[in-house]
């Protein structure tokens, strides 16, 4: 019984570190599992990226711009729910003591001039500009596309 214990609470400890170990923080950010979904075919040049983005600072900040080397841009989208397509915006703000959550259907970063195919449970580095915080380099992951589409 001790052993199965022992060996429940290493497991649990394993999987927490596991949850924890994809997020970002900095100067009062934390960047919460930033991820894409796999692109279908080799030809597909968009894909958006998605992510949460806490502050929990007292003063607002605002994502300003992205970059990765694994497309030729990145643009800033605000997409209203039941709007076909998104356009793009120069900033979103992060409320001081908030979130700012970039989720399908809403706002959302789209990586444009893809460089190869984005394929499940690889992963691509991303770097972030705040306004306050400064650049935050992290890790996107790419995820399974869950219903058939990638954006």
Known sequence: MIRFVAFFVLALAAAS???TAHSHKKK?????HPWTPATASGDAKTSPVYMIIKNGG????????ARTPAAGKIELRVQDSGAANASSTASFEIPAGGLLELKRGGPH??????????????????TLEFERAGRVTIDVIVE?????HTH
């Open 28 to 32: 009062g950010l934390e960047i919460v």
């Open 17 to 19: 570190s596991a949850v």
């Open 109 to 126: 970063l789209a990586a444009l001039g893809l460089k190869k195919r984005l394929d499940a449970y690889q992963g691509f580095r991303m």
């Open 144 to 148: 399974e596309a869950a219903d058939g």
């Open 58 to 65: 007292r003063r607002p900040d605002r994502l300003l711009s």
